[in-house]
C-alpha cells in the first residue's frame, strides 16, 4: 500500500531531508585523498545526531554503518572501513539516510576524489542530470513509470547504462515503503502520481553494461565488467503545486 503523508508529515520529512542534504555538503567538503571511509561514516553520524536524528542504515538489516560508501566500481551499498582509503582519481557514491521524529530523509551523490578523468566527470554529471529529467514528470496524474522511463531514455541517449537490479523507492515512517521507482521501463504505467506521495528516486548509471553482481560480504554492489559507476538520489514529495525535493542542502 502506498502511504500518503498529510502536511504535518511533509513538513517533518522536510527536516529529516534537510538533515540528509546538509550531511552530504559536509561531507563533500571532507572528501580529499588520504582520507578513510570510516572517517567519512564517523563525521556523518556524528553531524546526524548534533542534529537531533538517527541515522537510517545502522543496523537496518544488520547494515553495520551510517553511510554506504562506494568506490569507482563499486554501486552501492558499500561498507566504509579504515582499511579504504580515497585516491585521487577515485569516485565515491554516498549514500546517507536521517531518522527524524518518526520519519525518514535518503540522498546520495557521487563525488570526485581529487582531480578525475574526464569520463568519470562526465559519468558523475549525466547520473544527477537524468534525476533531474525524471523528476520533470513527477506531476500529479502522471504514472510513476513516467518517471523511470524519463531516466531511462536520458540515460541511454547518453550511451550509459541504467542499473536494473537495483531501484528507489517509496519513504517515510519506514526507510523503504511501496511503491517501488524503478529507474528504466515503459511510460504509462504504475500507480498514478497523487499529492502527499513521498518517494526516493535514485538512478545508478553504469559506465558499461547495466549487470551488477554482489561481493562476498554480501552487502556491496558492484558493475560486473568493472566500469565506474555512479548514484544521485534525492527523497521528493509529489504535491499538487509540483515536485518538492526534500533532501537539498
Known amino acids: ?9 511533509i513538513q517533518l520529512m522536510r527536516r529529516a531531508g534537510k538533515i540528509v542534504g546538509d550531511a552530504l555538503a559536509m561531507l563533500q567538503e571532507e572528501i580529499k585523498p588520504g582520507i578513510s571511509t570510516a572517517d567519512l561514516d564517523k563525521l556523518a553520524e556524528e553531524f546526524i545526531i548534533s542534529q537531533g536524528a538517527k541515522p537510517s542504515f545502522k543496523g ?17 551499498h558499500g561498507i566504509p572501513s579504515r582499511n579504504k582509503i580515497l585516491q585521487d582519481g577515485d569516485i565515491i557514491s554516498i549514500d546517507c539516510g536521517a531518522f527524524f521524529k518518526g520519519y525518514h ?11 578525475v578523468s574526464n569520463a568519470a566527470n562526465e559519468l558523475i554529471r549525466i547520473t544527477e542530470k537524468s534525476f533531474f529529467k525524471g523528476i520533470e514528470k513527477a506531476i500529479v496524474g502522471n504514472r510513476l513509470s513516467d518517471i523511470s522511463h524519463e531516466i531511462q531514455t536520458y540515460v541511454e541517449s547518453e550511451g550509459y547504462s541504467v542499473v536494473r537490479d537495483f531501484v528507489g ?16 521501463g515503459k511510460p504509462g ?30 552487502w556491496t554492489v558492484v558493475t560486473a565488467d568493472g566500469s565506474l559507476s555512479a548514484h544521485y538520489e534525492n527523497t521528493v514529495v509529489i504535491l499538487e503545486t509540483g515536485v518538492e525535493i526534500l533532501t537539498l542542502s
Open 60 to 76: 537496518y538489516y544488520s547494515f553495520p554503518a551510517t553511510l554506504c560508501t562506494s568506490i569507482n566500481e563499486e554501486v552501492i
Open 169 to 184: 523507492h517509496g519513504i517515510g515512517k519506514k526507510l523503504h515503503e511501496e511503491p517501488n521507482v524503478p529507474n528504466f
Open 1 to 9: 500500500m502506498i502511504i500518503k503523508k498529510n502536511d504535518n508529515e
Open 189 to 218: 504505467r504504475g500507480p498514478k502520481l497523487t499529492h502527499g506521495m513521498t518517494l526516493a528516486i535514485e538512478p545508478m548509471v553504469n559506465i558499461g553494461s547495466f549487470y551488477t553482481k554482489t561481493l562476498r560480504d554480501n
Open 105 to 115: 530523509g535518503d540522498a546520495a551523490r557521487t563525488f570526485p576524489v581529487g582531480k
